[in-house]
């Protein structure tokens, strides 16, 4: 890909190009490895040092650094502009298409174009496969469960009966969709197992990491929307709701009947409470607990959840209680040495 080509697909202001606009770029790279051919970002000042020796063939740049003496390609976000390059120049290889003959396809499945079936995968009664798609070795897809166009399954990826993944999903090894919540009744010393008899709906374009498992609805569905990102481990529980564009660390756990708002970002080991809301636009840091509804977009940390800048001083509080306690100690005696003094 041509500089010239960068340049004008991204709106890239170019700093240093002049004769050099035909030069190809081959491949990124970090900032610390980048060598000719390549492109690489900066947008840290931590990472200024490795610009004077920098061999990279151009730097994605927020503001053009005299350090660097190549060229300059400037955008309000360079790692997003890279993140997008690095999607071009790495085409994951997924094996050769068609059918394994190790894999088991019921024969009222459908399936669509050009897709990718691997060995050991298992495709149950009416489930229906779309264009593009990828199972791995060890993929289970439920009856009348459908797989949307080009979604990606790595192996052991298990999809339970009737449950909809969108188009452009990726959802990697070992994450299971659609097992029961975790629904009880008890009474009179008897726990009785409630049916879990909705489904789980994911929208387009959703990543799940590894090892994520997602909980089919006691009544109707599970719900994530779409452009969702999760990181590994995360689980949603029965009858959730996730809002778009929400993105989870690891870890991360939503109890049953929440909705997530749209753009919620999750920091890892981070849990919700059942039946609660939160609006759109929230951010948790890591290990924060939300025991209540959350109606103010905030960033929020710690257990209960509360703003973070209420959350830091409450941290700074802390620190200083051995102070506080030897001060209240010594105002004590000081008080009960005032008041025998008094009482003589």
């Known amino acids: 890909m041509r500089i010239d080509e960068i340049i004008k697909r991204f709106g890239l202001v170019s700093h240093g190009v002049t004769a050099q606009e035909n030069l190809d770029i081959q491949s990124v790279a970090a900032i610390d490895k980048a060598g000719p051919g390549q492109i690489t970002f900066f947008s840290s000042p931590e990472f200024a040092h490795f610009l004077p020796n920098l061999k990279a063939s151009a730097l994605l740049v927020r503001d053009v650094n005299p350090l660097f003496q190549g060229i300059q390609l400037v955008h309000k ?8 390059l690095g999607m071009d120049f790495y085409q994951p290889d997924h094996g050769p298409r068609g059918i394994n003959p190790n894999a088991f396809v019921d024969p009222s499945a459908q399936l669509g174009r050009d897709i990718t079936i691997h060995a050991g995968v298992h495709v149950e009664a009416r489930a229906a496969i779309g ?17 949307g166009a080009r979604t990606v399954l790595h192996p052991n990826v298990v999809i339970y009966n009737a449950c909809i993944i969108g188009d452009d999903c990726l959802i990697h090894a070992g994450s299971i969709i659609g097992a029961d919540g975790f629904g009880f009744s008890v009474s009179g010393g008897e726990i009785c197992k409630i049916p879990q008899v909705g489904i789980v709906r994911i929208g387009n374009n959703v990543e799940l990491g590894a090892l994520c498992t997602v909980d089919r609805a006691a009544n109707d569905e599970t719900v994530i929307h779409d452009n969702c990102k999760f990181d ?4 949603i529980a029965h009858n959730c ?3 778009a564009n929400s993105m989870f660390s690891a870890q991360v756990g939503i109890a049953g009947s929440t909705k997530i708002g749209k753009w919620n970002l999750i920091g890892g080991q981070s849990g919700v409470a059942d039946h609660l809301t939160t609006v759109d636009g929230v951010r948790m840091g890591a290990r924060t607990a939300v025991l209540s509804n959350i109606a103010k977009r905030d960033t ?4 209960p959840a509360i703003p973070v800048s209420e959350w830091k001083r409450q941290v700074v509080y802390l620190k200083r209680l051995k102070d506080y306690d030897q001060t209240i100690k010594s105002l004590e005696k000081r008080l009960a040495d005032l008041e025998e003094r008094l009482s003589e």
């Not at 976000?77 to 997008?84: E, L, R, S, T």
């Not at 264009?131 to 797989?147: E, K, N, Q």
């Not at 929020?300 to 257990?303: H, L, M, R």
């Open 232 to 235: 590994d481990r995360v689980h």
């Open 77 to 84: 976000d360079p790692q997003f502009v890279f993140a997008k």
């Open 300 to 303: 929020y940390a710690g257990y």
């Open 241 to 243: 709701e996730i809002g």
């Open 131 to 147: 264009d593009g798609c990828i199972l791995y070795p060890g993929v289970y897809v439920g009856r009348d469960t459908t797989i």
